[in-house]
């Protein structure tokens, strides 16, 4: 669950304060229409990422990285489309209330359809390896993922709130902070999918400038945040004392209630960056920390086998055995006794879904390291879901024998 939340979280986290953001100003800036334009945008960009999510898991007609290129090719005339726009607004008169907005709809709904789609399709990722969508494990993910879009959600309308209660001049100076550094993101992305396609010469200056951009992906994310976060600061001290004017006690009230209400909001804000910025750093470490695997146990190789001992594995407990190849590859496989019987689960180290990353025990059961996903014991043998690769062996003379040539055939699973 936590895995998921964090997942939910960082994919979103971008697209929920640019969202927030941009509907703050136009409902700052162009009142109930722009807010309302803005809100359709939103829809838009969430019903085009459900359709994308389908089409890219349940079709061959997508080629992701040429769309997302196209998405920030967009993104980036929309965003000097809407520089010219607001710079002609006042001759524009009427039209200028109508298409600013219009257009400052376009961005959050692309920013959206970028980083949604891969957040709707978690379901169908977890359904690869369970059998239900009424299993626990599938349960326990899905609300890790509901509860990362509510806390999107929730900041999209603090940050909407913020950008509300902030002078035009200074919204249109934040956002465009946002939207600028969100463009920086893109065209570093875009440099990468065109050096990776092959439509531009690569050289050294672009080879390092995306190799960096890659590495360091997050760091436009946390100038993000960073720049939310100067947000409520300047509300609070925009607030620290009733300034406005007032000519009797009921509009001092209704000042009274408005700082509050803007400190609350602030607050929130504020505890939602931190919060990122801890989900990001110290949660995901918690959520993607390394299971250490259990060593290789010993075994003979006789006749062509892999020799296994039934005493060496008669504790109902994991096992692993490895065959090193001439390229020195270590392909693994595991054995556990299966309780109240006496059949082994047998397989390889090693599943179709999650590849070679490995099992381990926990609390008496067999856990995939990658997905989380806990093995039913019985099961382990047979084919399907995140089980282990099945494998050809014999029982004989009190031991179990792993054909060479069988392990042979999956060499490539495993890195050296």
């Given at each position: 669950?936590?895995?998921?939340?964090?997942?939910?979280?960082?994919?979103?986290?971008?697209?929920?304060?640019?969202?927030?953001?941009?509907?703050?100003?136009?409902?700052?800036?162009?009142?109930?229409?722009?807010?309302?334009?803005?809100?359709?945008?939103?829809?838009?960009?969430?019903?085009?990422?459900?359709?994308?999510?389908?089409?890219?898991?349940?079709?061959?007609?997508?080629?992701?990285?040429?769309?997302?290129?196209?998405?920030?090719?967009?993104?980036?005339?929309?965003?000097?489309?809407?520089?010219?726009?607001?710079?002609?607004?006042?001759?524009?008169?009427?039209?200028?209330?109508?298409?600013?907005?219009?257009?400052?709809?376009?961005?959050?709904?692309?920013?959206?359809?970028?980083?949604?789609p891969d957040v709707l399709a978690y379901p169908y990722v977890i359904l690869l390896t369970e059998k239900s969508v009424l299993s626990t494990n599938f349960l326990l993910k899905?609300?890790?993922?509901?509860?990362?879009?509510?806390?999107?959600?929730?900041?999209?309308?603090?940050v909407e709130r913020g950008f509300d209660r902030m002078k035009k001049p200074l919204g249109f100076l934040f956002l465009n902070f946002l939207l600028l550094v969100n463009t920086?993101?893109?065209?570093?992305?875009?440099?990468?999918?065109?050096?990776?396609?092959?439509?531009?010469?690569?050289?050294?200056?672009?080879?390092?400038?995306?190799?960096?951009?890659?590495?360091?992906?997050?760091?436009?994310?946390?100038?993000?945040?960073?720049?939310?976060?100067?947000?409520?600061?300047?509300?609070?001290?925009?607030?620290?004392?009733?300034?406005?004017?007032?000519?009797?006690?009921?509009?001092?009230?209704?000042?009274?209630?408005?700082?509050?209400?803007?400190?609350?909001?602030?607050?929130?804000?504020?505890?939602?960056?931190?919060?990122?910025?801890?989900?990001?750093?110290?949660?995901?470490?918690?959520?993607?920390?390394?299971?250490?695997?259990?060593?290789?146990?010993?075994?003979?190789?006789?006749?062509?086998?892999?020799?296994?001992?039934?005493?060496?594995?008669?504790?109902?407990?994991?096992?692993?055995?490895?065959?090193?190849?001439?390229?020195?590859?270590?392909?693994?496989?595991?054995?556990?006794?299966?309780?109240?019987?006496?059949?082994?689960?047998?397989?390889?180290?090693?599943?179709?879904?999650?590849?070679?990353?490995?099992?381990?025990?926990?609390?008496?059961?067999?856990?995939?390291?990658?997905?989380?996903?806990?093995?039913?014991?019985?099961?382990?043998?047979?084919?399907?879901?995140?089980?282990?690769?099945?494998?050809?062996?014999?029982?004989?003379?009190?031991?179990?024998?792993?054909?060479?040539?069988?392990?042979?055939?999956?060499?490539?699973?495993?890195?050296?």
């Open positions: 669950m936590l895995k998921y939340f964090v997942m939910t979280c960082e994919a979103l986290l971008t697209a929920a304060i640019l969202t927030g953001a941009c509907m703050g100003f136009a409902g700052t800036t162009f009142r109930k229409t722009g807010k309302t334009i803005l809100l359709i945008g939103t829809l838009l960009g969430v019903l085009s990422a459900g359709v994308m999510a389908y089409l890219k898991n349940a079709t061959r007609l997508i080629d992701t990285s040429l769309w997302n290129m196209r998405n920030f090719i967009a993104a980036g005339v929309i965003l000097i489309l809407f520089w010219v726009l607001s710079a002609l607004r006042r001759p524009m008169k009427r039209a200028g209330d109508v298409l600013p907005p219009a257009v400052l709809s376009l961005l959050p709904a692309l920013v959206i359809f970028y980083a949604m899905t609300i890790g993922i509901v509860l990362g879009i509510l806390l999107c959600i929730l900041i999209v309308s603090a920086a993101r893109q065209l570093t992305v875009v440099l990468r999918i065109m050096l990776t396609k092959r439509m531009i010469a690569s050289n050294h200056t672009l080879f390092s400038i995306a190799k960096f951009s890659s590495n360091h992906d997050n760091w436009f994310t946390f100038a993000v945040i960073g720049i939310a976060a100067v947000i409520p600061l300047l509300l609070i001290l925009q607030n620290v004392k009733i300034t406005e004017s007032y000519h009797n006690p009921a509009e001092h009230r209704k000042l009274r209630k408005k700082r509050r209400l803007t400190m609350q909001w602030s607050a929130v804000i504020l505890t939602c960056m931190v919060f990122s910025v801890l989900n990001l750093t110290t949660v995901k470490a918690v959520a993607n920390r390394e299971v250490e695997l259990s060593p290789v146990e010993d075994s003979l190789i006789e006749d062509g086998n892999v020799v296994v001992r039934f005493e060496q594995v008669e504790d109902g407990h994991l096992h692993r055995f490895a065959y090193t190849t001439e390229k020195g590859t270590k392909i693994r496989f595991i054995v556990i006794k299966k309780s109240n019987s006496s059949a082994y689960g047998i397989g390889l180290d090693a599943c179709d879904i999650c590849g070679e990353t490995g099992y381990y025990e926990k609390d008496g059961q067999v856990v995939c390291n990658l997905c989380d996903v806990v093995m039913n014991i019985n099961t382990i043998g047979f084919k399907g879901g995140c089980n282990p690769i099945v494998i050809p062996y014999n029982i004989s003379n009190g031991s179990i024998y792993v054909p060479i040539e069988g392990l042979m055939e999956y060499e490539k699973e495993f890195k050296k």
